[in-house]
C-alpha cells in the first residue's frame, strides 16, 4: 500500500514537471524569436505600420501620387521626374515591405504564446501540441489527420 501512494506522489510531481517543461518551452519560444531592438525603433515601426493601415495613410498616399502627377505635368513628364517616381515609390515600398513583416511577426508570435498557454492550462488538451509550429508540414498534417 506506500509503495501506490509514492507512485502517486511521483506521479503528481512527474505531471508538475511536465507542466514546467512546457512553461519553459513557451518562455524559449519568445526568447528565440524576439530580436534585440531599441524601443525607439520599436514605438517609430509599430506607429508607421499602424498609421499606413488608416483611412488618413491611405489619404496621404493618394494625395503624394498626385502631386507627383502634377509635377509630372509641370515638367512634362521628363526622364528626371520619372526616375525620381520610380526610386521613390520602390524605397517606400521596400521599406513598409519590411514593417509589416515585422508588425506580422510580433503579432504571430503574442498568437503562438496565447495559445501555447491556453493549451499548457487546459487539462485534456495534447500538450505535444505545445510549440508545433516549430516542426515540419509534415508532422503538423499528420498531428492533425490524427485528431
Given at each position: 500500500?506506500?509503495?501506490?501512494?509514492?507512485?502517486?506522489?511521483?506521479?503528481?510531481?512527474?505531471?508538475?514537471?511536465?507542466?514546467?517543461?512546457?512553461?519553459?518551452?513557451?518562455?524559449?519560444?519568445?526568447?528565440?524569436?524576439?530580436?534585440?531592438?531599441?524601443?525607439?525603433?520599436?514605438?517609430?515601426?509599430?506607429?508607421?505600420?499602424?498609421?499606413?493601415?488608416?483611412?488618413?495613410?491611405?489619404?496621404i498616399a493618394i494625395v503624394y501620387t498626385i502631386m507627383w502627377l502634377i509635377a509630372g505635368v509641370w515638367t512634362n513628364f521628363s526622364s528626371h521626374w520619372e526616375s525620381?517616381?520610380?526610386?521613390?515609390?520602390?524605397?517606400?515600398?521596400?521599406?513598409?515591405?519590411?514593417?509589416?513583416?515585422?508588425?506580422?511577426?510580433?503579432?504571430?508570435?503574442?498568437?503562438?504564446?496565447?495559445?501555447?498557454?491556453?493549451?499548457?492550462?487546459?487539462?485534456?488538451?495534447?500538450?505535444?501540441?505545445?510549440?508545433?509550429?516549430?516542426?515540419?508540414?509534415?508532422?503538423?498534417?499528420?498531428?492533425?489527420?490524427?485528431?
Open positions: 500500500m506506500p509503495k501506490k501512494q509514492n507512485q502517486k506522489i511521483s506521479n503528481g510531481s512527474q505531471s508538475k514537471q511536465s507542466n514546467q517543461i512546457n512553461s519553459h518551452k513557451i518562455l524559449r519560444i519568445s526568447k528565440a524569436v524576439s530580436i534585440p531592438y531599441s524601443s525607439v525603433l520599436e514605438n517609430f515601426s509599430h506607429g508607421i505600420v499602424k498609421f499606413m493601415g488608416t483611412a488618413t495613410g491611405f489619404t525620381a517616381l520610380i526610386v521613390s515609390f520602390s524605397l517606400m515600398t521596400f521599406l513598409i515591405i519590411f514593417l509589416t513583416q515585422r508588425a506580422h511577426n510580433k503579432e504571430i508570435l503574442a498568437v503562438h504564446v496565447k495559445l501555447n498557454e491556453i493549451i499548457n492550462a487546459t487539462a485534456k488538451a495534447d500538450n505535444k501540441l505545445i510549440n508545433i509550429e516549430e516542426s515540419s508540414e509534415k508532422v503538423i498534417h499528420k498531428v492533425n489527420t490524427d485528431q
